[in-house]
């Protein structure tokens, strides 16, 4: 069994900051790209940033230039840091990993996990 754990959320004023984790834990023989999602209220779910393993990023259009995603691949862990936070960035914030479990081959397994709950106020 593979689990995600989020951290790193809460109530922040428009312009500052907030850097989430993300750890994966469990049975664990690879992790492919992880990333963070989000859902606004009243909204669907849409991508923040997703990274390779080898560390190749990719951002949704609105956060480029204002978030950073990175990995430690030692740690099973990837970050997520927030800067020039708006009140639109409101949102539970998902972590998502696509993971190899021991025993599986190669088989990929798509991971989620619980969100965390980031509020920025005006």
């Known amino acids: 069994q593979v689990q995600l754990v989020e951290s790193g959320g809460g109530l922040v004023q428009a312009g500052g900051s907030l850097r989430l984790s993300c750890a994966a834990s469990g049975s664990i023989f690879r992790i492919n790209n992880m990333g963070w999602y989000r859902q606004p209220p009243g909204k669907e779910r849409e991508l923040v940033a997703t990274?390779?393993?080898?560390?190749?990023?990719n951002y949704a259009d609105s956060m480029k230039g204002r978030f950073a995603l990175s990995r430690d691949n030692a740690k099973n862990t990837v970050y997520l840091q927030m800067n020039s936070l708006k009140p639109e960035d409101t949102a539970v914030y998902y972590c998502n990993a696509f993971v190899v479990p021991n025993g599986f081959g190669n088989a990929e397994f798509n991971y989620w996990g619980q969100g965390t709950q980031v509020t920025v106020s005006s």
């Open positions: 990274i390779t393993s080898g560390g190749s990023t």
